[in-house]
């Protein structure tokens, strides 16, 4: 985890840098584990993770919000819960949404994950809230295969709905594009998914490409599959092309 916030403080100053008012960072950022086992013990609570206060201390100097996707203890000690936090410019954690859908697969030719087998499911849908980029909706990975949760978010006057991810390489060949494209487009939100890339462990190898999304559907801003250092990409979140998009092709749902 030392490694990782150590990978977050270099995309945190490029960030800066590029004069970002928001930093939205990957599903499980803190850690991805090898086993079940291996994810509950190493699961620390924020006021105990050095990961997260690490980051705490470093949005309040960049005076920058942070959205991250990190592990939290469950009260029974037995399994862990995929969260995904929002921390403002003053540091402090003011958000946390808890994945609702977890990804259980047996891909043929693939991996086979099982993870309610270390994870609790969520149980309620965040409503968004106000940030310097819009109004944020949050929701995690797997979340992404299930348009009733853009949806609600969207009846709430969500702009700006998040799905940091840790896609298998299979899926996210077969699937990511068109996932993230779709709830950008049915929803008419900007969509940001930040995304784990490349090798974690010997089961384990993330897909990548970071996408920001437009609610025209538009791939704004996109990275690839292979990273050799942290990087970073930005887009202009314009509220005002969210509003247009909503007045000119009203999407009033009868179902």
């Known amino acids: 985890m030392a490694h990782n916030l150590q990978q977050c403080r270099i995309i945190i100053d490029k960030a ?21 086992a291996e994810t509950i013990a190493l699961v620390r609570s924020t006021k105990d993770s050095e990961f997260v206060r690490g980051l705490q201390e470093e949005a309040r100097l960049a005076k920058l919000p942070i959205n991250v996707g990190i592990h939290e ?30 990804f259980d697969v047996d891909i043929v030719g693939g991996p086979v994950l099982k993870e309610s087998k270390s994870v609790e499911k969520g149980r309620s849908i965040l409503p968004p809230f106000d940030t310097p980029v819009g109004r944020v909706g949050l929701t995690i990975c797997f979340d992404l295969r299930f348009p009733e949760i853009s949806l609600a978010l969207k009846r709430q006057n969500c ?19 068109i996932l ?21 462990n010997g089961k384990r190898t993330s897909y990548g490409h970071s996408s920001i999304i ?36 009203p999407l009033h749902r009868r179902t």
Not at 82 to 89: A, E, H, R, V, Y
Not at 228 to 236: D, M, R, S
């Open 16 to 36: 800066v840098s590029a004069g970002a008012e928001a930093l939205f960072l990957p599903e499980a950022t803190d850690y991805i584990a090898g086993s079940p």
């Open 73 to 102: 203890p469950t009260e029974d000690g037995k399994k862990v819960r995929n969260t995904l936090i929002w921390i403002d410019g003053y540091g402090e954690i003011v958000q946390r949404y808890q994945k609702l859908h977890l």
């Open 159 to 177: 702009q700006v709905i998040t799905f940091p991810s840790a896609f298998t390489v299979p899926t996210g060949k077969a699937h990511w594009d």
């Open 180 to 200: 993230l494209r779709a709830r950008a487009i049915e929803c008419q939100s900007y969509v940001v998914a930040a995304a784990q890339v490349g090798v974690h």
């Open 214 to 249: 437009s609610p025209w559907g538009e791939i704004v801003a996109q990275l690839g599959g292979v990273s050799l250092e942290p990087e970073v990409i930005t887009a202009n979140i314009d509220l005002d092309f969210v509003a247009r998009v909503r007045r000119e092709m």
